[in-house]
């Protein structure tokens, strides 16, 4: 297979979960060059991503490597056949590569969870929240580069059909990124897709007790199997996916932790349409 310049984030996922299968089984990269019949040098651009793997190959190399939880090797094989060019690809080398990789987590996730602090989750946001969003960011960005974010943050939302359950701080719900009617909007808005089957929509009033120990803003994106879920977090530079075990059982207690000192959703509709009320 020809070799990649940039994987994108899933080939990178699939690269580094066939890693880490060989090392637990305590093979070298030379052990699994010989037993697939390649050089070491192959087998260096699989576990990078720098190049793809035939359903033949990575079945017999997660057989060498004993590993008998066959929907894992199955969501493998899907990733590592997947041929999708995604609406997504468009923006490829117009918007930083985090984009484009959290739009292909969306596109394949089977549910996400939301916990948001200071602003409205993205997948959530109005046109003019998410410009006004964007607007603040520093350096300023030019005006033809903030509205490729902006829409590519409508197309995202436009693909979105998975189960998504959302926690938001009543802070995020009040702090106005743009003026008051920007602000009324975008919480009507909320009440108007807090009525959608597919989404859950909690909030953490300012008087709740216990928020402090679970608090954590995050995104969980659900894979084809557990082992293959996806934490997002900002950081400086963009964004920081997380798929260790460890973490992801870390951050799915920490979902339920913040869910636990949340109201009910319809409580939760009543707060928001009350705070619209005095916008």
Request: a positive charge.
């Amino acid at each position: 297979m020809p070799t990649r310049r940039e994987p994108t984030a899933r080939q990178l996922r699939l690269a580094t979960e066939l890693r880490k299968l060989r090392e637990a089984a305590g093979l070298t990269a030379r052990q699994a060059a010989a037993m697939l019949g390649v050089s070491n040098v192959q087998i260096s651009q699989i576990e990078s991503g720098l190049s793809g793997v035939s359903e033949q190959r990575l079945r017999r190399l997660a057989s060498h490597y004993a590993c008998s939880d066959q929907q894992f090797v199955n969501a493998l094989v899907a990733m590592a056949t997947d041929r999708t060019h995604g609406w997504w690809e468009e923006y490829r080398g117009l918007l930083p590569t985090s984009f484009l990789d959290l739009a292909e987590l969306d596109h394949h996730a089977t549910f996400q969870r939301d916990v948001s602090i200071l602003y409205v989750p993205g997948l959530l946001q109005t046109e003019g929240y998410a410009r006004a969003v964007f607007s603040s960011r520093i350096p300023q960005l030019e005006p033809a580069e903030l509205e490729l974010r902006v829409r590519h943050r409508l197309a995202r939302q436009a693909g979105a059909a998975f189960p998504h359950e959302v926690v938001i701080h009543e802070s995020a719900l009040r702090i106005r990124v743009s003026d008051r009617a920007g602000m009324r909007t975008q919480l009507t808005h909320l009440l108007e897709m807090s009525e959608l089957d597919r989404l859950t929509l909690r909030v953490i009033p300012f008087d709740q007790d216990g928020f402090a120990r679970a608090s954590s803003t995050m995104t969980y994106i659900g894979g084809a199997v557990p082992r293959l879920d996806t934490v997002a977090r900002d950081a400086p530079h963009g964004v920081l996916l997380i798929d260790s075990e460890a973490q992801l059982a870390a951050y799915r207690t920490r979902f339920r932790k913040v869910e636990e000192v949340s109201l009910a959703p319809s409580r939760s509709r009543d707060l928001i349409h009350r705070l619209a009320k005095e916008l």
